[in-house]
């Protein structure tokens, strides 16, 4: 059984560009979140998606947007990069009404603006 | 503002001596915490919770003990391997159920052998 997967892993990308970051949750789970963090913090959550609708959503600008789709795989985007984009951007999936120690996270998506 | 403050970015232990990891929440709405171990290249693990109606959860070598007066909460390590060695979390929610979780800045553990 695969857990959370992410992709890709790493990526470079230039300020002011766009970038799309996808995710694939653990099998039998619905609910999809984001979190970014940055180098020396701790995660920090974007927004959560749950039946292709955002339902929770954490102190970001609206540069950041999401997407899930009815496989209930989701995307991140970022427009308008800027340097302090550059973190790590981590998914978490659950099933809805589960208990919060039940998120699963993967790897990350290393993500580098310059 | 930090909801979740863990106050030391960093610990070094011997290995079969105990590890203890501390953690201040300023939210008092929190009742639901967790403590997740991430290892490099890996997303958080999630390792033990408590709930706000609990003081002390223990799981294996892993306790993790609650004092709401001071809104303060620790996990011990005993004994210690040099296989726990890792970045520790200690995170929160307001509710149990699919509720984003507050971070604290991580501790990262050394245990050495």
């Known amino acids: 059984d695969a857990g959370v997967t992410q992709s890709p892993t790493h990526l470079i990308k230039t300020r002011g560009q766009q970038v799309t970051l996808r995710c694939s949750p653990k099998s039998g789970h619905d609910t999809v979140s984001w979190y970014q963090q940055a180098l020396g913090q701790g995660p920090q959550f974007i927004f959560q998606?749950?039946?292709?609708?955002?339902?929770q959503r954490g102190n970001f600008p609206d540069r950041f947007s999401g997407h899930q789709f009815p496989n209930y795989s989701s995307e991140l985007n970022v427009n308008a990069l800027l340097l302090g984009d550059s973190a790590l951007y981590l998914c978490a999936s659950s099933l809805d009404g589960t208990l919060a120690y039940e998120q699963y996270f993967g790897p990350g998506t290393r993500l580098t603006v310059t | 503002d930090q909801q979740v403050k863990q106050n030391s970015p960093s610990l070094s232990v011997q290995e079969g001596r105990i590890s203890i990891l501390n953690c201040d929440y300023t939210?008092?709405?929190?009742?639901?915490f967790l403590w997740y171990k991430k290892y490099p290249a890996e997303g958080p693990t999630f390792l033990i919770s408590?709930?706000?109606?609990?003081d002390k959860n223990e799981d294996g070598r892993f306790t993790v003990f609650l004092n709401k007066s001071a809104k303060h909460l620790s996990l011990h390590i005993v004994p210690s391997q040099p296989g726990d060695s890792a970045v520790y979390f200690c995170?929160?929610?307001?509710?149990?159920?699919?509720?984003?979780?507050?971070f604290g800045k991580g501790t990262r553990l050394s245990v050495i052998a």
């Open positions: 998606y749950y039946e292709e609708e955002e339902r």
């Open positions: 995170a929160a929610s307001e509710l149990s159920g699919n509720t984003p979780l507050v």
């Open positions: 408590i709930s706000s109606i609990k």
């Open positions: 939210n008092s709405m929190f009742d639901y």
